[in-house]
């Protein structure tokens, strides 16, 4: 029978050192590196050796030679040199020391990571976390690159240099920035400060527009009582008579294109005593190519305008006869609007049907009649006075 355990022929009789010798019980087909196995309780058989990196497993009751290692487990193994293989699978295991892939890859669908050190580490391909890795802590990290994905949430954490987005977006439901600086923001979204500050340093906030008639609106959406509200805070521990603590300056270009300011509305402080406060609004407006006070209104309510308003009307003038007043008169109690328009004392407004009072001509012309009464009561005492009456 093949590969049994049996005598081998040494003729029709045996001497006492053929007997003994070692020759005399062989396997069938014997060969070196062949072993010895008893494939039941009453027999021996061979089992012929394995080829070169074979290893010897059980398979069936039986020994049997394997080229892989199937359920195999290696119990606090010392595992030392360089291991060469290719699809090794090895499974929860801890290292003692460290482990070194040299300029080769470690790689897997699912590669984990559990509670360990990782230094050094280059990822030529996706790093993916698995949505079960919850809470994975990263400890003063250092990303160089570019960091390509979708749906990253970031604790909170501090940049040692600048963040680059290039073209994409950073977004975000509740984004904060706590601290830094950014250059060049464009927002789609809303932006909810959350009673935080802008804070522009020694230079100005600027809004930038380039839509028609738009520019920096605030919306009151709390549905009270008191609507939206712009503040102006001066904070100041020196404050002195004629500071404008507060103003709106108005800038545009001038005929030749250079920009020129238009308007100013000053806020001056008057008085600066304790308890005895007073300030003044001042408008300037552009008037003949210079920046002309054209009305202060003092804290008192003593309301003054510019007494010169361009034009060579004189008080007296107005009036040049008493019979003015009458037409005057006429015009007023018939409603005549256009006749003081065409007197200057009234101007139409640019749509509707109403009218603008100009109140220095009215002043003016008030004037005149006061002068032009004076005149002819004085002519009539005198004439009063030749009648002997």
Do not use: C
Request: negative net charge.
């Amino acid at each position: 029978m093949s590969n049994e355990f049996k005598h081998d022929s040494v003729g029709g009789e045996l001497s006492r050192a053929e007997w003994e010798a070692i020759g005399t019980h062989v396997f069938n087909n014997q060969a070196i590196g062949d072993l010895a196995y008893a494939p039941s309780a009453t027999q021996l058989s061979r089992l012929p050796i394995g080829i070169a990196n074979q290893v010897l497993q059980t398979a069936g009751g039986i020994p049997t030679w394997a080229s892989t290692l199937a359920g195999l487990t290696l119990t606090s193994p010392n595992i030392n040199g360089v291991i060469g293989t290719t699809g090794l699978t090895i499974p929860a295991f801890t290292l003692s020391g460290k482990l070194t892939a040299g300029a080769s890859e470690i790689e897997g669908s699912a590669f984990d990571i559990d509670g360990g050190d990782i230094s050094a580490v280059t990822i030529s391909g996706d790093l993916t976390w698995n949505v079960a890795q919850t809470g994975v802590t990263l400890t003063a990290p250092a990303i160089n690159g570019i960091v390509t994905t979708t749906g990253l949430t970031i604790p909170a954490f501090t940049l040692g240099g600048k963040l680059t987005a290039g073209a994409s977006e950073i977004e975000g439901s509740a984004f904060d920035i706590n601290g830094g600086t950014m250059a060049g923001v464009t927002l789609d979204g809303t932006l909810t400060l959350g009673g935080q500050v802008f804070d522009a340093g020694a230079g100005k906030a600027t809004i930038n527009t380039t839509g028609a008639g738009v520019g920096a609106i605030i919306v009151a959406t709390n549905n009270t009582s008191n609507g939206a509200t712009l503040e102006l805070e001066t904070i100041s521990t020196s404050i002195a008579v004629a500071d404008n603590a507060w103003r709106y300056n108005l800038w545009g270009n001038d005929g030749a294109g250079v920009r020129a300011l238009w308007s100013q509305w000053l806020f001056r402080l008057t008085n600066v005593g304790n308890g005895t406060e007073a300030m003044e609004w001042r408008v300037n407006l552009m008037n003949a190519g210079a920046v002309n006070d054209a009305m202060i209104l003092s804290g008192a309510g003593g309301l003054s305008v510019d007494a010169d308003i361009g034009t060579a009307d004189d008080p007296v003038a107005l009036f040049d006869s008493f019979d003015d007043a009458l037409i005057l008169r006429q015009g007023i109690q018939q409603g005549n609007r256009e006749l003081l328009v065409d007197m200057g004392v009234f101007t139409k407004k640019d749509t509707g049907s109403g009218y603008m009072m100009n109140i220095q001509p009215m002043t003016r012309l008030l004037a005149g009649g006061i002068y032009q009464n004076r005149a002819k009561v004085d002519d009539i005492e005198e004439r009063l006075s030749k009648a002997g009456i």
